[in-house]
């Protein structure tokens, strides 16, 4: 029962920001620079660490397995990481991500190829 009343009062603080997203206690923390996990927006600077790591990493041309090896989560948990980049960046495809991160910079490493040389 409690679960309920707190989460009824969770959607009665719904409100919506300066920049007309709706948000809630969490992710007003968020905007305002406080703790918090969720971003608002789009762009690269509404894509959270993991993600950006994760973007450095498709765009070297790991598949998604051995990106999640790597920063050691699930094959799952990525999938639903690039779900969420794709979004963010109005993108559709790993070429279209692995050409933003070049012309971002973002990727420093070696490509698979290069590291297979």
């Known amino acids: 029962m409690e679960l309920r009343a707190d989460m009824r009062a969770v959607k009665r603080r719904k409100r919506r920001d300066a920049s007309g997203f709706m948000v809630n206690g969490m992710t007003q923390t968020a905007v305002d ?5 969720r971003r608002l927006g789009l762009g690269w600077a509404s894509l959270t ?18 990106a999640a090896e790597q920063l050691r989560i699930s094959r799952h948990t990525v999938d639903a990481h690039l779900r969420h980049i794709y979004r963010k960046l109005d ?12 012309i971002r910079g973002l990727s420093t490493g070696p490509t698979t190829s290069e590291e297979e040389s």
Do not use: M
Request: proline share 0%; charged share 25%; aromatic share 2%.
């Open 49 to 66: 660490e993991s993600e950006v790591a994760l973007a450095e990493l498709v765009a070297r041309g790991l598949t998604n397995r051995q």
């Open 33 to 37: 620079g406080s703790w918090g996990r």
């Open 91 to 102: 993108i559709n495809s790993r070429v279209d991500l692995a050409r933003l991160v070049a």
